[in-house]
Structures are given as structure tokens and as C-alpha cells.
């Protein structure tokens, strides 16, 4: 079973940068695309940031030229650079890695999601 934890949340004034890490526990076969999404309190659970395996990115309006996802695939690791931060990318966020469909069975797996805060 694959286990992904984040770290790297915290509080922080707007105006501030955090960087959010996604490890996984052990090296995944045929991923397809590695994302972070962001839930504030009371609201679904948007995409803010992906990657796929070709390296391709795409991100949320409200998040562009602010926030870079990148990997490093030796680490087993995604992370999320967060600059110019602003109160409303206030949330729980939360990694996610999609496998390609292998077999007729495609994998997708979660961490446990890291609070961000940011005070204006």
C-alpha cells in the first residue's frame, strides 16, 4: 500500500511564500500525473496544480505565475512552491497521484492533505 505525506504548511502573512512536499512511500509504477488540490473550509476540493509524467504542468487561474508544482523523482517527491501568498489560498491541501490505466486498472492515491493559513 502506498502512503503519500505532506509537510510544508503553516501559517503565513499574505505576501509570503511556503513550499508544500508530497513523499511518497515507495516508488509508483506508470504514473500518469501528479497534482496538489485545495479545499477551504465549507467548499469542494478544487485542482490547483498538475503535472503529468511528461512534464507538462497546468494550473488554477487564481494560483498562475504564483505557484510551480515539480518533482523529484529520485526523492519519490512532488512539491509545491507557493509565492505571493494571499488569504484566499487559505486550505487543507492535498496530493494526488494518478496512475496510467494498466490492465484495466488505474490507481489513484491521496495524502492526508496539510493546512495552509495565510493572515492578511
Known amino acids: 500500500q502506498v502512503q503519500l505525506v505532506e509537510s510544508g504548511g503553516g501559517l503565513v502573512q499574505a505576501g509570503g511564500s511556503l513550499r508544500l512536499s508530497c513523499a511518497a512511500s515507495r516508488n509508483i509504477s506508470n504514473i500518469n500525473a501528479t497534482a496538489w488540490y485545495r479545499q477551504a473550509t465549507g467548499k469542494r476540493r478544487d485542482m490547483v496544480a498538475l503535472?503529468?509524467?511528461?512534464?507538462?504542468?497546468n494550473y488554477a487561474d487564481s494560483v498562475k505565475d504564483r505557484f510551480t508544482i515539480s518533482r523529484d523523482n529520485a526523492k519519490n517527491t512532488v512539491y509545491l512552491q507557493m509565492n505571493s501568498l494571499k488569504p484566499e489560498d487559505t486550505g487543507v491541501y492535498y496530493c494526488?497521484?494518478?496512475?496510467?490505466?494498466?490492465?484495466?486498472?488505474?490507481?489513484?492515491?491521496w495524502g492526508q492533505g496539510t493546512q495552509v493559513t495565510v493572515s492578511s
Open positions: 494526488k497521484i494518478t496512475t496510467f490505466i494498466v490492465m484495466g486498472v488505474r490507481y489513484e492515491y
Open positions: 503535472m503529468t509524467t511528461g512534464g507538462a504542468t
